[in-house]
């Protein structure tokens, strides 16, 4: 009893620690952006070339910002109660000191912008990846009964117009399922393809940066296969989303999936708009003013990462709410982890490999036959039909549906499952010791497993005493 009083009253003294230290970073923060204001408008009356002024300013934002992420972090890695949903948290939090550093870089260097741009935009993809992962994983975990079923009860959908005039919806369950996660994954595999081929024409003289209507670099067309490949992921995020929203409620999707889709998404609309903006000359540039060598197309690239600099210290503020490490508290701490292991966990991408590799290999019959169809196109000879997924798939579709469905035989193996890996833990596990938690996910998962203990079936109930997996709640 005395223990637990001492242990209830550090964490009482670590909360109130926590808001004195909140309170005095927001009183500097406020402090040094009128500081900063004071000291670009004195900079610009001394007539200080401009690019000086966006350095100086840029770099006070992206040291506001690196420090609110790396708090957040820290704070996840000590409470590391969930290491396969905090995994994902920690890699979407780190898009903002990368992205502000990254821009800040390139800013500062322009002839190295290409080179920055492209790590910051195979990020992006990452950062997709792991938050759709992020979502599965939490569906996986504390939904009952599984995240096949829960989607194969749902009812029939359509896609969103004007996708609906040309695609044909996939049925609910694992077609559906793999289309998602077959789009978010076209990203991951898309953008480093074509950034070797970016690398490849810089160094042969043909990238072109910013010369989206020059036919004849190579930077519209890469820029066309980057925007396809990134709208169709975000739209496959869309769509499970739209199926899952119920489920999904306890995490607060909505407002995860705003701050993701903001950085990355607008991001690259707001480059194209000032690089339009400048090209149209609605942004005049005159290097005598401005005292620079900057031609138009990197004035506006110069724009673009000013801007995110900026942005990224509000993204920061955006990501502490939707991603807080309180979600966590209450949960046990599984035993024998120390902070290194936190920290080597949270680096471990051996999950991404896994999904992409089980990408190539589900896809590599697919691709067989289009390029046969494309071959056939020229000599007449039209490829063999694709064998039926359900005749092909035979045991394995029985062995994806038991893994999805939680491993209840035993110790299960859970990297084929999409979007899960199982990194040496077994699917009872992987979450530590639910049992002495008081998290909003530990709930979830004593909730799961009274309803099974009481009999209730396999179907959890919302809110409005609805059954989640019922065609109702699809609706």
């Known amino acids: 009893m005395v223990l637990r009083e001492d242990g209830d009253q550090r964490a009482v003294m670590s909360g109130l620690f926590r808001k004195i230290l909140k309170t005095v970073w927001v009183f500097i923060n406020i402090v040094v952006l009128i500081a900063l204001a004071l000291s670009a408008w004195d900079m610009h009356r001394n007539r ?8 100086f300013v840029a770099g006070v934002f992206v040291l506001l910002a690196v420090p609110i992420t790396f708090y957040e972090v820290a704070q996840h890695l000590e409470n590391y109660r969930m290491p396969r949903l905090q995994r994902h948290v920690i890699r979407i939090l780190f898009m903002v000191p990368i992205y502000a550093v990254d821009c800040w870089l390139a800013l500062r260097f322009k002839d190295g912008t290409i080179y920055f741009d492209t790590i910051r935009e195979c990020y992006e993809a990452y950062v997709i990846y792991n938050f759709y992962t992020y979502c599965t994983v939490y569906l996986q975990e ?11 009860r749902k009812p029939p959908a359509k896609h969103i117009w004007p996708m609906s005039v040309f695609l044909e919806f996939p049925r609910m369950g694992e077609p559906f399922l793999r289309l998602c996660r077959h789009g ?6 898309m953008r480093p393809l074509t950034t070797s081929l970016a690398f490849i024409s810089e160094a042969n003289g043909v990238y072109g940066d910013g010369q989206i209507l020059n036919p004849l670099v190579a930077y519209p067309y890469l820029a066309l296969l980057n925007n396809v490949s990134q709208a169709w992921a975000m739209y496959c995020l869309i769509i499970f989303y739209r199926a899952t929203y119920q489920e999904l409620a306890p995490i607060r999707p909505f407002y995860k999936f705003c701050t993701v889709k903001a950085v990355v998404f607008l991001s690259f609309w707001q480059g194209q708009t000032l690089l339009f903006m400048v090209k149209m000359q609605w942004i005049k540039v005159s290097q005598r003013e401005t005292k620079t060598d900057y031609d138009a197309a990197e004035v506006a690239t110069a724009m673009q990462e000013f801007l995110i600099c900026v942005e ?12 807080p490490p309180s979600e966590y508290f209450g949960a046990q701490i599984p035993t024998e982890r120390r902070m290194m292991d936190n920290i080597r966990d ?24 289009r390029w046969l169809s494309f071959i056939g196109f020229f000599t007449g000879k039209p490829p063999p039909p694709l064998a039926s ?17 939680g ?17 040496g833990m077994d699917g009872r596990h992987m979450y530590g010791d639910r049992s002495g938690g008081g998290s909003r996910f530990a709930d979830a998962g004593r909730r799961r497993e009274r309803r099974n203990s009481d009999g209730e079936g396999d179907s959890p109930k919302l809110g409005n005493g609805t059954s989640a997996t019922s065609p109702r709640a699809g609706m």
């Not at 990224?312 to 991603?323: D, E, K, P, R, V």
């Open 346 to 369: 949270m680096f471990d991408l051996r999950d991404v490999y896994h999904d992409v590799v089980n990408y190539g290999e589900s896809n590599q019959e697919r691709f067989t036959h």
């Open 407 to 423: 491993g209840k035989g035993g110790d299960v193996e859970m990297s084929h499952v999409p979007g899960i890996h199982a990194a």
């Open 389 to 405: 997924p359900s005749l092909k798939s035979g045991s394995r579709k029985d062995e994806f549906a038991r893994l999805v469905d």
């Open 184 to 189: 978010v994954i076209n990203y991951v595999v």
């Open 142 to 152: 504390f939904c009952n009964p599984g995240l096949e079923q829960i989607i194969a």
């Open 312 to 323: 990224m210290f509000f993204a920061a503020i955006a990501h502490s709410y939707a991603f």
């Open 48 to 55: 200080r070339a401009a690019h000086f002024i966006a350095w």
